[in-house]
């Protein structure tokens, strides 16, 4: 016999698996440079943890990231993407099941990544990694217009090409890259954190720092300051990678899952941010395929270096954890997407792609 189940009954079964999405107040975005999506969804590659001709530490890369189920593999190697975001957030770019992300420029590098990804505009002329003051204007100066987020929007980077990405001089936003102290009226946590990044190595070109150090002037000056919207670029995984060490690879992904762990938990557990803030993490680019090295490189010859992922959790994000519905999302979606979850329309000059379209 069929029992009628009273509406209100139905929605106390059922409602939870309808994804239920509202305006955010804040967003918090991290980019973890040239992350490959190989690895944010199948962990430690097989074929670089057991290459016994690597020059990096192929034991290292297997005692601390090796495990016999991609499952299992990526999990030990991001455990917050696997655990948190994977059930409360999403995970777009698995191209197993046929979901995929894209760049939409050509160049599959840095600068007209990040130019895609803040402008939504995959602009033909943006293609160099040159130190030229970006002609389009980002969704952080468009909104940092807005009486609601002037002065309340930042940008922090491990490289110092960001103050023309974000075109500093005009859009006037607080911007720390590179190897710039944070100037203002500093707390004597971030007076140490300025003198840090300077006593750390310089293992990169001169333009460059470590993300420990980004992450730390970053994470204080949120601490400190409760922007709005705040960026947080992250490099070590692009720059380990061109140098062929895969072990280090690993590591700085790690590293970046948990800060990012960190950043959501001190969200959560902030009046003003707390349950009214989306996160989303993404990539400029992608890089080739472990054979032949290919995973060492980028840029449009390298094929298959512009297959990205864009992963996101808050309270404008379904939950709809790992996608393995057939779909295909372009980078320059994420820019609209920003203002539409904040309630706003991203208008510049230029136009962008549409908001993301997200199913299940």
Known sequence: MKKFIPGFIYLLLFGNCVA???????????????????????????????????????????????????????????????????????????????????NANRYWFSYPGYNEIFTGYPDTNVNSNDKIPN?????????????????KVAVFGSWDVYASIFNEARSGLVLNDG??????????????FNKMQHEMPIIFHGGERLDVATFHIAFEYMKVNKP??????????????????????????????DWIHQIWNFIQATPGYADKTTLIITTDHGRGSAEGGNWKHHGEKIHNAGEIWIAAIGPSVPAIGEA???AQYQQGQIAASIAQWLGKKYQPAHQPLPALELKK
């Open 228 to 257: 709005k919207l705040i960026y947080f670029g992250f490099g070590d995984t692009d720059e380990f990678a061109h140098g062929g060490m895969y072990d280090f690879y690993l590591d700085a992904a790690q590293h970046a899952d």
């Open 20 to 102: 239920q999405t509202k305006n955010s107040e804040n967003i918090v975005i991290v980019t973890l440079d040239g992350m490959r999506w190989q690895e944010i969804f199948g962990g430690a590659d097989s074929l670089l943890c057991f290459d016994t001709t690597a020059v990096y530490s192929y034991k290292y890369a297997q005692s601390h990231f090796w495990a016999p189920t991609a499952i299992e593999r990526r999990k030990k190697l991001m455990p917050f993407f696997w655990t948190e975001i994977a059930s409360k957030g999403m995970l777009l770019g698995n191209r197993v099941y046929n979901n995929k992300v894209n």
């Open 324 to 326: 393995k519905t057939a």
């Open 135 to 151: 002609p389009n204007e980002t969704v952080f100066e468009y909104l940092n217009k807005m009486p609601e987020y002037k002065a």
């Open 179 to 192: 190897f710039r102290d944070l100037r203002g009226n500093l707390t004597e946590r971030q007076q140490l």
